[in-house]
């Protein structure tokens, strides 16, 4: 199984059980909320979930991955999707399940090796990612990376009965080789 490893964790193919387990560990974390999530996930809507992401995978518009620790735990995951093989594009989402795993770098380091892949290996040009103006720690991770802030989708996202702006950040194959 291929496996793209980092110092703390890797990347690497979701299997059946991984998918019950982020469903399981899946955590909102109220006290900072940054982004409206899909409550409702459960044990048994991962069967349908992993099954979805074989079938992305075989269409090609989606290559999702567990981040693991390095001691082989799934704490999450990370995509390269809505792949667009003619204009060299995709975008990327990522999402770490316990909250005791959030802000200790354990992203960064996913989103580091995913832009590789994605850059070096997969030949993309482009790699877009959006987030919402009050998800500041996604905002600092993406600006760390190398990504661009290129717009702002007024009032896009209605979350906690306010609405708030999307951030559109995007990341050049050139940024990238500059690093």
């Given at each position: 199984?291929?496996?793209?490893?980092?110092?703390?964790?890797?990347?690497?193919?979701?299997?059946?059980?991984?998918?019950?387990?982020?469903?399981?560990?899946?955590?909102?974390?109220?006290?900072?909320?940054?982004?409206?999530?899909?409550?409702?996930?459960?044990?048994?809507?991962?069967?349908?979930?992993?099954?979805?992401?074989?079938?992305?995978?075989?269409?090609?518009?989606?290559?999702?991955?567990?981040?693991?620790?390095?001691?082989?735990?799934?704490?999450?995951?990370?995509?390269?999707q809505s792949i667009d093989r003619i204009n060299r594009s995709c975008s990327i989402g990522i999402g770490i399940a316990k909250i005791e795993n959030r802000s200790k770098g354990y992203g960064t380091e996913a989103l580091r090796l995913i832009l590789a892949y994605g850059f070096s290996n997969q030949g993309f040009e482009r790699i877009s990612a959006s987030t919402t103006e009050i998800n500041v720690p996604s905002q600092k991770m993406l600006e760390k990376q190398g990504f661009v802030l290129e717009g702002r989708e007024r009032k896009a996202t209605y979350f906690m009965g306010k609405r708030f702006d999307n951030l559109n950040y995007g990341f050049l194959v050139d940024e990238y080789n500059r690093q």
């Open positions: 199984m291929t496996k793209l490893q980092g110092e703390r964790i890797y990347l690497s193919a979701l299997e059946r059980n991984d998918c019950k387990k982020i469903c399981m560990d899946n955590e909102y974390d109220f006290d900072n909320p940054v982004e409206s999530t899909l409550f409702g996930w459960s044990v048994e809507n991962s069967d349908e979930w992993f099954d979805e992401i074989q079938r992305l995978l075989k269409s090609d518009v989606n290559i999702r991955l567990g981040i693991f620790l390095n001691d082989g735990t799934v704490i999450g995951d990370i995509a390269l």
